[in-house]
């Protein structure tokens, strides 16, 4: 049938897209340093983005272009503040302001088909049909930090934070018959407060008070806020959401973040292994905000465990172990509030990695 075309028939190229991205940049800052414990660095970056993405894919509306083109000139202001108390601890406060545009896997309204899940873009993001609209977010960033170096190569340092994100990007679970997963401006703004603490030391050193076996620790504790709003689909938006609440928790923000690390460095003559032992954990996150009665997809906590053994031997010989996801902990999606309590749509393992390798330097 002639009148069909050749568009997206069965067999041919359909569902691509092609996006290209241009950022050229240039920073100015300077130093001044009132007195001998104060020191204040203001800085200015001035940011030209061009980003642009066509796509060909089915079940668009016709009047959906088939491509998003922007531009914008961004001039962004820093100013990092750092005062000495003594020779060993510093304060510091940052004020920075930054941008996100989206990446193209949220734009392009390709879908991707899980097991469970589907997952597609929203040019929306760029402006709307019209593009008109919000083309990216702007974010604002505060920290106040107390550090205190105490001997070499060791660190305490507590700090304080907070975010301001105006049309932040969520993915969100369509209330539709297909449930697919798009992203969305879903709200004017999101609100990022929390708390951030840093440890190295130094449990055993050699005579000369290098390390031999150290340990590193950083956490954080944060907690995230931000307005929902309908969004329906029409003359200026390809794809339309509604919630049945006002404000929620970021997408993909986990409340409690751990990183850990023990380093064992001994010095044997001529032989110097390194062994490193790594372990981080987050806890539950939202993986997709749930859209009209549909609740939250959340994921679980996941805890990780890694070890990495480095051996040279001699001049050119190294042979490395490296053995991850030590813990083979479950993945597990569920989606809330479905009437009968929590869901799991899907759990699964990444099962244990080890590696030996054997490498010759020349």
Do not use: C
Not at 121 to 145: A, C, E, Q, T
Not at 196 to 222: H, P, Q
């Amino acid at each position: 049938n002639n009148e069909i075309g050749s568009v997206n028939r069965p067999g041919l190229p359909d569902n691509s897209y092609q996006g290209n991205l241009d950022i050229h940049a240039s920073f100015l800052s300077a130093e001044w340093s009132p007195t001998d414990k104060l020191l204040i660095v203001p800085g200015l970056r001035a940011e030209s983005v061009s980003q642009n993405i066509e796509y060909d894919v089915i079940n668009l509306p016709p009047s959906d272009p088939g491509f998003r083109d922007v531009y914008e000139n961004i001039f962004l202001p820093s100013l990092n503040v750092r005062y000495s108390l003594n020779d060993d601890s510093n304060i510091r406060f940052g004020f920075s302001n930054t941008v996100s545009f989206p990446e193209f896997k949220e734009v392009a309204p390709f879908v991707y088909e899980g097991v469970t899940q589907r997952f597609g873009g929203n040019p929306d993001l760029f402006g709307g049909k019209n593009g008109d609209g919000v083309i990216y977010s702007n974010i604002y960033n505060f920290d106040l930090k107390y550090e205190w170096f105490m001997e070499r190569g060791e660190i305490i340092s507590v700090a304080a934070f907070g975010k301001l994100i105006h049309n932040p990007v969520n993915r969100v679970i369509a209330a539709d018959a297909t449930g697919t997963q798009r992203f969305f401006r879903t709200g004017e703004q999101a609100e990022v407060l929390g708390v951030e603490v840093e440890m190295r030391k130094n449990l055993l050193t050699d005579d000369d008070e290098n390390a031999i076996l150290s340990l590193g620790l950083n956490a954080a504790y944060t907690h995230t806020n931000q307005d929902l709003r309908n969004i329906e689909a029409g003359d200026n938006n390809t794809f339309g959401t509604t919630f049945d609440r006002d404000s929620d928790a970021l997408q993909g923000a986990s409340p409690f973040i751990i990183n850990t690390d023990l380093n064992y460095s001994p010095t044997f003559e001529n032989y110097n292994p390194k062994a490193t032992l790594v372990f981080s954990y987050f806890s539950d996150r939202i993986s997709a905000l749930g859209a009209g009665s549909l609740g939250n997809i959340v994921e679980k906590a996941v805890p990780t465990l890694n070890f990495i053994w480095k051996n040279p031997i001699g001049e050119h010989f190294e042979a490395n172990l490296n053995a991850s996801n030590l813990l083979d902990p479950n993945i597990t999606l569920l989606r809330e509030n479905t009437g009968n309590g929590d869901v799991i749509i899907r759990e699964y393992n990444l099962g244990i990695n080890i590696g030996i390798t054997l490498k010759y330097k020349f």
